[in-house]
């Protein structure tokens, strides 16, 4: 499947959901679908980006949050799994784009492609609903499945090419995307 059309239509259904993005690719992808106040890119924090949706669905309760990171930066955190479904947020999403590689260091082979499902992993974790998707109609059903509340995390995979495409940079100023980020929720700069 082609990640930046897949994630143009993610964006284009967000409906004012915060997205948080992995490191790497998933921030060009959110990027170049579109820059809005309510992105927030992580940069050098390999592993957080489902952690950080967490901290963000809880000190958010009455907002969607999505999370939108790679299968390389997911196995680096995978036993955030377990703290998201103990947890239980009801608007968490987390779409992990996995093109079966580790695309910032290489193109080496990830876990994913000698079989690690982290879609079976979420769901043995408690997540209320998790699947992976091959193709773009498949996308516009999960857009539409991601406007219905949840009783809890919801994780889907989605199958991408593993092509290095390029890159469409965000902001990399760390402190002005958190205070950009902060202003859309209406909060104070820090």
């Given at each position: ?33 579109g ?17 950080t ?18 299968d ?8 955030s ?66 406007r219905r509340?949840?009783?809890g ?10 092509l ?27």
């Open positions: 499947m082609d990640r930046r059309a897949a994630v143009k239509k993610l964006m284009d259904a967000r409906d004012g959901a915060l997205v948080i993005t992995g490191l790497g690719s998933p921030s060009y992808d959110v990027h170049a679908a820059d809005c106040d309510n992105n927030y890119y992580l940069w050098g924090a390999m592993g957080s980006a489902a952690l949706g967490l901290g963000l669905a809880q000190a958010q309760p009455a907002k969607r949050i999505m999370v939108i990171t790679g390389g930066e997911q196995l680096m955190a995978f036993g799994l377990a703290t998201i479904a103990v947890a239980q947020p009801k608007n968490l999403d987390i779409i992990v784009l996995d093109n079966q590689h580790f695309g910032e260091t290489g193109m080496q082979d990830s876990h994913t492609g000698m079989g690690i499902d982290i879609s079976k992993n979420a769901a043995a974790c408690g997540f209320a609903q998790t699947g992976v998707l091959t193709d773009l109609q498949q996308v516009d059903e999960l857009c539409n499945t991601l509340p949840s009783n995390p919801r994780l889907f995979v989605l199958k991408i090419e593993a290095n495409l390029p890159r469409s940079l965000p902001p990399r100023d760390p402190t002005f995307i958190k205070n950009r980020f902060r202003a859309h929720l209406g909060l104070e700069p820090c």
